[in-house]
């Protein structure tokens, strides 16, 4: 090829690269969020101890405010904010420059790795339900006081607040929350397990899922009631004791089961209302999925 020839290919190869990239990419979805860890419609933030930033980048014009209803924040109208929010689930309004407008979900969390995996379970536990066990602190319960005491027989089974601690309107509330949660993700269920205690009794009774087989252990007891301390391996061996194939298990019980446990730095403070997620692998054992903090069943 001489010169001429091999000028004239490189102008032509020149003028159909300049063609070919003014062309629209067909597969370059529009109004979309490019930040890093923004994954199946949530957008996850590192928290950390001071304030720290949230950026929100997209690839078309749009606009941030507060959502309302439900948990938000102020926002600058271009995505940026300075904020000394806690771990959580959160909402912000975005309007796109083409009108449309979305609710976006902002998780914080110390463990981003760990609540994406989480998430992404509850979203897909209808199809893949297989080994998955729900673990959640007893809901809210604030009136009276465990009394403690060995004359009483069984105190502490007493749904009177005079003898232990009992569920308040809160923990009520929050346990329909997370029945609802339940029953959006169509979650299918194999049994409930439940500590001997009124308030962890009393959760399963609030979530109201119809026709779920709930058993009563004492392993799980709160300390109060159980001399056993820590309890974490008597927990790994309910999940075994009662797992059933493509099918969930759901436990309440009290703080105990955390204590001492290797997953504690990832669900702390777990508060009451919390839970985790375990998984039953093929050998038998648990391992840790994720935590599942109240605030997280407003996702769904």
Same mark, same amino acid.
């Given at each position: 090829?001489?010169?001429?020839?091999?000028?004239?290919?490189?102008?032509?190869?020149?003028?159909? +690269?300049?063609?070919?990239?003014?062309?629209?990419?067909?597969?370059a979805?529009?109004?979309?969020?490019? #930040?890093?860890?923004?994954?199946?419609g949530?957008?996850?933030?590192?928290?950390?101890?001071?304030?720290?930033?949230? =950026?929100?980048?997209?690839?078309?014009?749009?606009?941030?405010?507060?959502?309302?209803?439900?948990?938000?924040?102020?926002i600058?109208?271009?995505?940026?904010?300075?904020?000394?929010? =806690?771990?959580?689930?959160?909402?912000?309004?975005? =309007?796109? !420059?083409?009108?449309?407008k =979305?609710?976006?979900?902002?998780?914080?969390?110390?463990?981003?790795? !760990?609540?994406? /995996?989480?998430i992404?379970?509850?979203?897909?536990?209808?199809?893949?339900?297989?080994?998955?066990? *729900?673990?959640?602190?007893?809901?809210?319960?604030?009136? +009276?006081?465990?009394?403690?005491?060995?004359?009483?027989?069984?105190?502490?089974?007493?749904?009177?607040?005079?003898?232990?601690?009992?569920?308040?309107?809160?923990?009520?509330?929050?346990?329909?929350?997370?029945?609802?949660? @339940?029953? /959006?993700?169509?979650?299918?269920?194999?049994?409930?397990? #439940?500590?001997?205690?009124?308030?962890?009794?009393?959760?399963f009774?609030?979530? !109201?899922?119809?026709?779920?087989?709930?058993?009563?252990?004492?392993?799980? /007891?709160?300390?109060?009631?159980?001399?056993?301390?820590? @309890?974490?391996?008597? *927990?790994?061996?309910i999940?075994? !004791?009662?797992?059933?194939? /493509?099918?969930?298990?759901? @436990?309440?019980?009290?703080?105990?089961?955390?204590e001492?446990?290797?997953?504690?730095?990832?669900?702390?403070?777990?508060?009451?209302?919390?839970? *985790?997620?375990?998984?039953?692998?093929?050998?038998?054992?648990?391992?840790?999925?994720?935590?599942?903090?109240?605030?997280?069943?407003?996702?769904f």
């Amino acid at each position: 090829m001489n010169l001429q020839n091999s000028f004239k290919l490189i102008i032509g190869l020149l003028f159909l +690269g300049q063609l070919m990239s003014c062309q629209p990419d067909a597969e370059a979805p529009s109004n979309t969020i490019l #930040s890093e860890n923004y994954q199946d419609g949530i957008f996850y933030q590192q928290y950390a101890e001071d304030a720290y930033e949230i =950026e929100i980048r997209t690839n078309a014009p749009a606009t941030f405010s507060r959502a309302s209803p439900g948990p938000t924040f102020d926002i600058d109208p271009s995505g940026k904010t300075l904020v000394t929010l =806690e771990p959580g689930a959160y909402f912000v309004e975005l =309007e796109w !420059e083409d009108g449309t407008k =979305e609710r976006l979900p902002i998780v914080i969390t110390k463990f981003i790795p !760990e609540a994406k /995996n989480a998430i992404s379970a509850m979203k897909n536990m209808s199809n893949d339900p297989d080994g998955y066990v *729900l673990i959640f602190r007893h809901a809210d319960s604030r009136d +009276g006081e465990d009394i403690r005491d060995d004359n009483i027989p069984e105190w502490w089974k007493s749904c009177d607040p005079a003898l232990a601690r009992q569920m308040n309107d809160r923990g009520k509330q929050n346990s329909k929350r997370i029945g609802d949660g @339940i029953r /959006n993700l169509n979650i299918p269920l194999n049994k409930g397990v #439940s500590s001997e205690f009124c308030r962890a009794r009393q959760t399963f009774e609030y979530m !109201e899922l119809d026709n779920l087989q709930v058993i009563i252990d004492a392993r799980l /007891n709160h300390e109060n009631a159980n001399p056993k301390r820590p @309890i974490f391996g008597d *927990l790994n061996n309910i999940i075994s !004791e009662n797992y059933e194939p /493509n099918k969930v298990l759901l @436990i309440v019980g009290h703080f105990n089961m955390m204590e001492q446990s290797p997953y504690l730095p990832y669900v702390e403070p777990f508060s009451m209302s919390d839970g *985790l997620m375990m998984k039953r692998n093929s050998d038998g054992t648990q391992k840790f999925v994720g935590y599942i903090p109240l605030s997280y069943w407003n996702l769904f």
